[in-house]
């Protein structure tokens, strides 16, 4: 099955149904087999063309175009033509219907309407527009602002309208087969991995979180050390709690320290504990935390920003299970499993000197990288709706719920602050929603908002040469599909539908060598 209402939102088919309309005031919509039309919603979605819009914007005119649609379907069943134009009676304008195929099935059709194709009579024509209006309740001032708006496409524009409509067509073939493929590997996936969506309280449904899951339960029954690396808000200390609670350690404590939090003389205190009279202050003996979590797991978030000193007395720890507490002179052995965590790039601390390469692979028995938001927002439904239940549950109120429109904004963002900058968006707009149980764009921050219109590629421009147009659409979609994948040819490969090969080739043609673009 056809998922129409995805394709609606594809960047490739945007662009370029925003060509057909910047210079033809062209709309295409997408219609099933029978003609229906699919990923046009009446009263939600507004058409480009006024004329187009006003006419099916009606019930009866979205059914008397299903009809048309279908009787060109089954034309074209009957024929070897690649497309039919046909005159819309309704509404005195043509309409050009070209079939989507796939394994030679007819599963649908992209329609562009809104047009006259290399009309003689032109006057005559417009004239049967406005009296279609009419005697469907236009008023003379909606006509006569709309009706001008319709272009006679001549043979050669014809020629180029045709090509485009029918990349619309093949970009819908392409993604369908890219989401089957997809939708059986995730399947497949599922059925290897038990199709979770949650591990404790990590939750997500991506390849990259299945994979993580299945780590996860690989190392649960071991006692080795565990690096954890991933950006801020990724959710590391909560990987680090079901590794402690999955394991044999589980019914045993589990300590957290943040590295950061301390300077080193503090932070020697509170990780191996202190004598009393071995400093200012120390009045009495006390526990360090490695003593604390003896038997269970002591997790040290932010191991990146300790200092020189600080790595070797936790190497020692690490291979003799040994310490010393500060101002003492007799060292302590316990019985601790580490689980370290960090966003920092080790192994280019290690080059410059700043992290010592023993104490890195000492920690790094078993390394577990968490994926940032940007490469699993497929997994966003389901942690919006797990924080929307909580937030209903914490605050006795209604359930919200997000807006399609918001929810496209959500998926246009980058997410720098990945989990925790979306629990903290949707936490935010819950509260200003007050009793609306629905979240719109407009309820979203301003940086969400921005950065997905600075990530749009702008307006293409609408005079010259088309194959001159077309190339600087392909020239800017290939640079911000680069940026946004962070360079990554073969995933935007996929997302646009080409080759690796293909892509590479295009972007040395338009000389968008990543040196030259970053900035």
Not at 125 to 151: H, L, Q, W
Not at 152 to 179: G, M
Request: net charge neutral; with cysteine.
């Amino acid at each position: 099955m056809i998922r129409w209402e995805e394709f609606e939102h594809i960047h490739v088919i945007k662009k370029l149904k925003h060509i057909l309309s910047s210079w033809w005031s062209i709309d295409v919509i997408f219609t099933e087999e029978n003609g229906y039309i699919r990923g046009f919603q009446a009263g939600e979605n507004k058409l480009n063309n006024p004329v187009v819009d006003f006419f099916l914007q009606k019930d009866s005119g979205r059914e008397m175009f299903a009809d048309t649609v279908n009787k060109a379907i089954n034309e074209l069943r009957q024929s070897d033509k690649k497309y039919l134009v046909k005159k819309f009676e309704m509404t005195g304008f043509d309409i050009a219907v070209f079939p989507i195929l796939i394994d030679n099935d007819f599963l649908g059709t992209s329609v562009a309407l809104g047009f006259f194709h290399n009309s003689d009579n032109i006057e005559e024509r417009y004239t049967e527009v406005r009296e279609r209006m009419a005697a469907f309740g236009a008023d003379s001032e909606t006509i006569e602002k709309c009706v001008p708006g319709i272009r006679n496409l001549k043979d050669r524009e014809h020629e180029h309208f045709c090509e485009i409509v029918d990349l619309v067509s093949q970009e819908v073939v392409t993604l369908h087969l890219e989401i089957s493929a997809r939708d059986d590997k995730i399947n497949q996936l599922n059925k290897e991995l038990g199709g979770r969506y949650k591990y404790d309280s990590m939750i997500g449904k991506s390849k990259p979180m299945q994979e993580l899951y299945a780590l996860l339960d690989k190392i649960k029954a071991t006692e080795s050390t565990v690096l954890i690396q991933g950006e801020n808000g990724t959710g590391k200390e909560l990987i680090a709690k079901a590794i402690h609670y999955n394991s044999p350690r589980k019914n045993k404590q589990l300590v957290v320290q943040n590295c950061s939090a301390f300077n080193d003389n503090l932070l020697e205190s509170e990780l191996f504990g202190h004598v009393k009279g071995s400093f200012t202050g120390a009045v009495k003996d006390k526990k360090g935390l490695f003593e604390i979590a003896d038997g269970g797991t002591l997790f040290l978030d932010e191991i990146g920003d300790t200092s020189p000193t600080m790595q070797v007395k936790l190497l020692r720890v690490l291979q003799e299970g040994t310490f010393v507490p500060v101002g003492s002179t007799e060292s302590r052995r316990v019985d601790v499993r580490v689980i370290a965590a960090t966003n920092r790039d080790l192994k280019k601390m290690i080059e410059d000197g700043s992290f010592r390469e023993d104490l890195y692979y000492r920690l790094n028995v078993i390394n577990i990288k968490v994926p940032p938001l940007r490469e699993r927002k497929e997994d966003i439904p389901l942690l919006i709706d797990y924080f929307l239940d909580s937030a209903a549950k914490n605050n006795n109120t209604p359930r919200k719920n997000f807006s399609s429109k918001a929810m496209e904004k959500l998926y246009d963002y980058a997410w720098p602050g990945n989990i925790r900058e979306l629990q903290n968006e949707v936490e935010r707009m819950v509260v200003l929603a007050g009793d609306d149980t629905k979240l719109v764009p407009e309820m979203l921050s301003g940086r969400i908002v921005e950065m997905g219109e600075k990530s749009k590629v702008q307006g293409a421009r609408v005079h010259g040469k088309l194959k001159d147009a077309l190339e600087e659409l392909e020239k800017t979609m290939i640079l911000e599909g680069l940026r946004r994948t962070g360079w990554n040819k073969s995933k935007l490969a996929k997302e646009l539908g080409i080759s690796r090969a293909g892509l590479i080739m295009k972007v040395e043609k338009y000389g968008l060598d990543k040196r030259k673009n970053a900035r």
